[in-house]
């Protein structure tokens, strides 16, 4: 494939064999490479490099690494007066890991504005669950009267978090359910959340561009260092 004058590396069986960033497409998508397949140990080597699945059904495979990355320091999350008062109220209750699957589902099945569609296919459900039952993939629940109100998954490697999506089905779920989980990442020292992509809602929260050669050295750092216990229930603590 090409694009731009410069030929896409259509990947083969060696999981690990993605090629170096600077191949990517000359936009900000940084479209890099095509083909091989969703298993756990690609996942993992892909997103120990900075780069992430992104295709919609009826499409090859598709790998994309940003230049620059959409990327927030955890440490440095901005919350609102009003999402500090949903969670000072304690509206709602989180949890780590207990909904994986639900979580997912949801995020699929959850309106975008401006999407007709979802990416996260059935075949990206399953794949992110097996990587889940591996122990690098995570979900934080805000839970409302014993109901799931609201979630985000993503890939952790290290000391490193990949953001993929979140869903709401109460007001201010979704977000809170972020605050939470980014005020655990910055307990845990975990440098950066990477966000992917440029959303209004997430640069709110104060998400920025970083270059992805910067991303991409801290991205090796981080996934180097030992994971922490996921096993946790964090509490909204915003103070």
Sequence with gaps: MAGAGIRLALLGDDPHAFPPLTRALRDPDGLLAVGGDLSVERLVAAYSRGI???FSTGDPILWWSPDPRFVLDPAQVHIGRSLRRTLNR??????VDRAFRAVIE?????????QAGTWITREMIEAYVRLHEAGHAHSVEAWQ?????????????GRMFFGESMFARADDASKAAFAVLCRQLAAWDFPLVDCQMQTAHL???GAAFMPRAT????????????????????????N
Aim: hydrophobic letters at 45%; charged letters at 15%.
């Design 203 to 205: 640069a709110r929260f």
């Design 106 to 114: 949801a995020c699929a099945t959850a309106p975008r504005d401006g």
């Design 52 to 54: 992430f699945p992104w």
């Design 90 to 95: 304690q509206t709602f209750t989180f949890t």
């Design 145 to 157: 009267d014993g109901e799931l109100a609201g979630g985000l998954y993503g890939v952790a490697l």
């Design 215 to 238: 991303f991409a050295g801290i991205v090796a750092d981080a996934v180097a260092q030992p994971p922490p216990d996921w096993r946790i229930d964090p509490a909204p603590d915003c």
